[in-house]
């Protein structure tokens, strides 16, 4: 009997402060809220990663760039998704190895990660920026910041630079890897942080467990990609077997869950889907309660929620 009145309690406990976390802890309170984020500045509509890509996104009223950093030989910070050239410029060289002065420029024509059966014709820009840069240009608006490799200077740099243009609080940051976020965490408490790739885990298993609502959260932003546009052999020309499209629906059942992302709205972290390029993948992901999906093609985002207002007081 006393087993089952314990057991009895923590469940009470558990739903209670699932759904009513203020009790046990204090909401986070971002100064920006994302429903309309481009990836690389929409890497489908300009060339990556470039001030072209991130003054159309702009002029088209994105509320988020998503950018990717690396740091120069010359202890410069660059927006460039790849340290190794060779994909998006042609030449097998390092941006870490290289001075941001002899840089070179952008290929002419792209592949889209995420549409590779897409093939972008680049314009005139095809410049890799420094990120001061960006920053300069686009003072008030939230950029969301991937930091691509375990660098120390790197963190320090892309820190001190946040402080310098006073935009703690509407910058946000974060990588797969948990051994880079523990460091820029460190390095900056006070810049919001995505989970890592373990931590997504074991926010998943906490929720499955119950245990969730009892457990404080440092991260600030979930972003995870929707497993099941992996089965869109359009996006990923890969064939899978039996047992692992399963597997991906299972991923994708056990992760898409609407109770997840109200909680943790509830505590003021908000959910980011990427990267999704069709209505389709736009419906399922606002349907599930996130508060934002990250584009390719901001425009065709923005035509979404142009149609879909609801979506945008999640």
Same mark, same amino acid.
Request: aromatic share 8%; charged share 25%.
């Given at each position: #009997? $006393?087993?089952?009145?314990?057991?009895?309690?923590?469940?009470?406990?558990?739903?209670?402060?699932?759904?009513?976390?203020?009790?046990?802890?204090?909401?986070?309170?971002?100064?920006?809220?994302?429903?309309?984020?481009?990836?690389?500045?929409?890497?489908?509509?300009?060339?990556?990663?470039? #001030?072209?890509?991130?003054?159309?996104?702009?002029?088209?009223?994105?509320? +988020?760039?998503?950018?990717?950093?690396?740091?120069?030989?010359?202890?410069? %910070? %660059? %927006?460039?998704?790849?340290?190794?050239?060779?994909?998006?410029?042609?030449?097998?060289?390092?941006?870490?190895?290289?001075?941001?002065? @002899?840089?070179?420029? +952008?290929?002419?024509?792209?592949?889209?990660?995420?549409?590779?059966?897409?093939?972008?014709?680049?314009?005139?820009?095809?410049? /890799?920026?420094?990120?001061?840069?960006?920053?300069?240009?686009?003072? @008030?608006?939230?950029?969301?910041?991937?930091? =691509?490799?375990?660098?120390?200077?790197?963190?320090?740099? $892309?820190?001190?630079? $946040?402080?310098?243009?006073?935009?703690?609080?509407?910058?946000?940051?974060?990588?797969?890897?948990?051994?880079?976020? =523990?460091?820029?965490? =460190?390095?900056?408490?006070?810049?919001?942080?995505?989970?890592?790739?373990?931590? $997504?885990?074991?926010?998943?298993?906490?929720?499955?467990?119950?245990?969730?609502?009892?457990?404080?959260?440092?991260?600030?932003? /979930?972003?995870?990609? #929707?497993?099941?546009?992996?089965?869109?052999?359009?996006?990923?020309?890969?064939? /899978?077997?039996?047992?692992?499209?399963?597997?991906? =629906?299972?991923?994708?059942?056990?992760? #898409?869950?609407?109770?997840?992302?109200?909680?943790?709205?509830?505590?003021?972290?908000?959910?980011?889907?990427?990267?999704?390029?069709?209505?389709?993948?736009?419906?399922?992901?606002?349907?599930?309660?996130?508060?934002?999906?990250?584009? @390719?093609?901001?425009?065709?985002?923005?035509?979404?929620?142009?149609?879909?207002?609801?979506?945008?007081?999640?």
């Amino acid at each position: #009997m $006393v087993f089952v009145a314990v057991i009895g309690g923590y469940i009470i406990t558990s739903l209670l402060l699932f759904r009513f976390p203020g009790l046990l802890h204090k909401k986070k309170t971002l100064k920006f809220r994302a429903h309309h984020i481009s990836h690389r500045g929409g890497a489908g509509e300009n060339l990556e990663n470039t #001030m072209t890509a991130f003054r159309h996104a702009a002029r088209l009223g994105t509320q +988020m760039l998503e950018i990717d950093c690396h740091i120069s030989r010359d202890g410069q %910070v %660059v %927006v460039a998704h790849d340290n190794n050239l060779e994909r998006s410029c042609g030449q097998t060289i390092k941006i870490t190895e290289t001075d941001s002065c @002899d840089l070179p420029k +952008m290929k002419g024509r792209m592949k889209v990660d995420f549409e590779p059966n897409f093939i972008l014709e680049a314009g005139e820009d095809r410049s /890799l920026p420094l990120l001061k840069h960006v920053f300069d240009e686009f003072p @008030d608006l939230p950029i969301n910041i991937d930091i =691509k490799i375990d660098n120390n200077e790197l963190i320090a740099k $892309v820190s001190d630079l $946040v402080k310098l243009y006073n935009r703690e609080e509407i910058t946000a940051w974060g990588n797969r890897s948990d051994t880079i976020c =523990k460091k820029i965490y =460190k390095e900056n408490p006070n810049i919001p942080l995505l989970f890592s790739m373990k931590r $997504v885990v074991v926010l998943i298993l906490l929720f499955y467990s119950g245990l969730l609502p009892f457990v404080p959260l440092k991260e600030s932003l /979930l972003e995870i990609i #929707m497993p099941s546009i992996i089965l869109d052999e359009n996006k990923f020309p890969m064939s /899978l077997s039996r047992k692992q499209r399963f597997l991906v =629906k299972f991923i994708d059942m056990l992760l #898409m869950r609407p109770a997840l992302f109200n909680h943790l709205n509830r505590r003021g972290i908000q959910t980011y889907i990427w990267v999704l390029n069709s209505e389709e993948d736009f419906e399922k992901a606002f349907k599930c309660n996130s508060t934002g999906v990250m584009t @390719d093609f901001p425009t065709k985002l923005k035509a979404y929620l142009d149609e879909h207002p609801e979506f945008m007081s999640v």
